[in-house]
């Protein structure tokens, strides 16, 4: 039986004041696997996710995420939908601990609105809740300190796991190792693998080996559009990824 998609983008175009970024992209994701978007700088893949995510509408063709009509949504009705993402720079609240970033997640997925008259910290099953994932990325121990003073790697951990608060049925992560060491990039790709089990994930990044360890499949942009996609073994095999991207040195 075959997988359904649970996004797809169809004719997806968009340009920037009659600059061309994306030109009929016709992108499938599956229900339930990791997929990776690479391409070289310019492709076009950040403009792909922020037309997808609601922060761009574009000039033509639609996004559809389950079957529905989503295109056009705002960045908040897609959080509706089930659809959260992480972005290439860190975006964490920064004055906010741990607990408070993780917490904001938690609180919009189930509706609750922040109330200055009401203690949130009594609300036992959000604060257990918050705790509950803050212990599963190994941010418990820091839980109180702000996330603009920890270390790099956990500011990325905690923004991976900001995207996940919401529990969406789709999370996108934006370039989730850059700016990492060796060590750290070791330590995202166990932590994806880890928290992201049983949904499905949508990937742009640039290291190669952290895409080829995590992706089910993977779809090639290149100059806004869809070179090729296929599975790790099919995309490292095509001459013409090779002569587009693959056998480029990244600077």
Same mark, same amino acid.
């Given at each position: 039986?075959?997988?359904?998609?649970?996004?797809?983008?169809?004719? +997806?175009?968009?340009?920037?004041?009659?600059?061309?970024?994306?030109?009929?992209?016709?992108?499938?994701?599956?229900?339930?696997?990791?997929?990776?978007?690479?391409?070289?700088?310019?492709?076009?893949?950040?403009?792909?996710?922020?037309?997808? /995510?609601?922060?761009?509408?574009?000039?033509?063709?639609?996004?559809?995420?389950?079957?529905?009509?989503?295109?056009?949504?705002?960045?908040?009705?897609?959080?509706?939908?089930?659809?959260?993402?992480?972005?290439?720079?860190?975006?964490?609240?920064?004055? +906010?601990?741990?607990?408070?970033?993780?917490?904001?997640?938690?609180?919009?997925?189930?509706?609750?609105?922040?109330?200055?008259?009401?203690?949130?910290?009594?609300?036992?099953?959000?604060?257990?809740?918050?705790?509950?994932?803050?212990?599963?990325?190994?941010?418990?121990?820091?839980?109180?300190?702000?996330?603009?003073?920890?270390?790099?790697?956990?500011?990325?951990?905690?923004?991976?796991?900001?995207?996940?608060?919401?529990?969406?049925?789709?999370?996108?992560?934006?370039?989730?190792?850059?700016?990492?060491?060796?060590?750290? /990039?070791?330590?995202?790709?166990?932590?994806?693998?880890?928290?992201?089990?049983?949904?499905?994930?949508?990937?742009?990044?640039?290291?190669?080996?952290?895409?080829?360890?995590?992706?089910?499949?993977?779809?090639?942009?290149?100059?806004?559009?869809?070179?090729?996609?296929?599975?790790?073994?099919?995309?490292?095999?095509?001459?013409?990824?090779?002569?587009?991207?693959?056998?480029?040195?990244?600077?």
């Amino acid at each position: 039986m075959q997988t359904m998609n649970i996004l797809e983008t169809k004719g +997806l175009y968009h340009d920037f004041k009659g600059l061309k970024v994306l030109f009929d992209v016709n992108l499938e994701v599956r229900k339930g696997e990791r997929h990776a978007v690479i391409g070289p700088n310019g492709a076009g893949k950040t403009t792909l996710f922020n037309v997808i /995510t609601g922060a761009y509408v574009p000039s033509k063709g639609k996004v559809l995420f389950r079957g529905e009509d989503v295109t056009g949504s705002s960045p908040e009705q897609m959080v509706r939908h089930g659809i959260g993402r992480s972005f290439q720079i860190t975006s964490t609240f920064s004055k +906010l601990t741990a607990f408070q970033n993780i917490r904001i997640g938690i609180l919009s997925k189930r509706g609750v609105r922040f109330n200055m008259f009401q203690n949130v910290d009594k609300i036992e099953d959000i604060t257990r809740e918050t705790n509950e994932l803050l212990r599963r990325i190994n941010l418990y121990d820091v839980r109180d300190v702000p996330a603009g003073t920890l270390a790099y790697g956990q500011q990325r951990s905690l923004e991976i796991s900001m995207a996940l608060a919401t529990d969406p049925d789709l999370v996108m992560l934006d370039e989730p190792s850059a700016g990492m060491s060796k060590e750290e /990039t070791h330590y995202a790709v166990e932590l994806i693998r880890k928290i992201t089990k049983g949904k499905t994930v949508v990937i742009i990044e640039h290291d190669m080996d952290v895409v080829f360890s995590l992706a089910d499949r993977i779809t090639v942009l290149h100059q806004g559009t869809i070179l090729a996609s296929g599975s790790p073994s099919e995309i490292r095999e095509n001459q013409a990824v090779k002569d587009a991207y693959l056998g480029e040195t990244e600077e």
